[in-house]
């Protein structure tokens, strides 16, 4: 695992934003795997900022989301269908049918998850695949005790996913319970893997990765068998090593 360690968040954002940008001119038919939540929302801004400059074009990216909220309307504000197209997809050149997102409102979950697994096996799996990481090590939605065998599945948020979440929800108790993520194992496909992580409240989680420590108690810790990763992390999350 490579590790870039940077000032603070704008670094970090830059520097992520550099290594989707070498991924989109190396291959002309990019398949990108992206992430939600408060980490890359800098890397969007940047992304953006370098398409308005005219240093980017989306018209040839397929994308290929980590996870969705089950049960929760793609139009909902806190959906991640939602948080994509604002954070992203409506100010590039970005094809809308050639972003993917899992439907967390299918009838059936189970065969909603096989599709996506199946779409990305198809397409993907993504040249490059951008993470964040939760307090407790999760990658995707991929909980602590998930197998590293895992492919596209229905999982039960952890209560502290949930707490974490909750800042972006009125109460707590708005935020759902489940999410279809990709696996661990879906996650691995990806040529190349760069996870982020901002501020001090990811310094435990960051300590824990780079111990070296490998265990489904700690879903990040499967990164260590890919043969491509870079962690870009700030210096306030970066404090404990
Ligand atoms: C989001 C995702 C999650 C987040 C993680 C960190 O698609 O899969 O693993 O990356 O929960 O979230 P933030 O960036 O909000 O701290």
């Not at 400059?53 to 909902?76: C, I, K, P, R």
């Not at 039960?156 to 009125?170: G, Q």
């Not at 760069?194 to 490998?214: D, M």
């Amino acid at each position: 695992m490579k590790v870039i360690v940077t000032r603070d968040n704008q670094e970090m954002s830059q520097k992520a934003a550099d290594l989707l940008q070498l991924c989109m001119e190396e291959n002309e038919e990019s398949v990108l795997g992206l992430a939600t939540g408060g980490t890359p929302r800098g890397t969007y801004q940047e992304l953006i900022r370098r398409y308005k400059a005219g240093e980017l074009d989306f018209s040839h990216v397929t994308a290929f989301n980590l996870d969705e909220y089950v049960g929760v309307d793609q139009h909902h504000p806190q959906s991640y269908h939602t948080f994509m197209k604002e954070q992203l997809f409506q100010h590039v050149n970005m094809n809308i049918e050639k972003a993917h997102i899992p439907n967390g409102q299918a009838p059936d979950l189970q065969e909603e998850c096989a599709r996506y697994e199946a779409l990305i096996e198809k397409i993907g799996p993504p040249h490059i695949q951008l993470l964040g990481i939760g307090h407790n090590g999760h990658i995707g939605f991929n909980e602590p005790g998930s197998s590293f065998k895992s492919e596209t599945h229905v999982v039960d948020l952890a209560d502290s996913t949930r707490d974490a979440n909750a800042r972006f929800f009125e109460s707590k108790s708005d935020v759902p319970s489940q999410a279809i993520t990709m696996g661990i194992q879906s996650i691995m496909k990806s040529k190349r893997i760069v996870l982020i992580a901002s501020g001090e409240k990811k310094a435990e989680a960051i300590r824990r990765l780079l111990s070296q420590e490998v265990s489904e108690d700690f879903p990040a810790s499967a990164l260590h068998s890919h043969p491509d990763v870079t962690l870009i992390v700030d210096l306030s999350a970066y404090q404990k090593i």
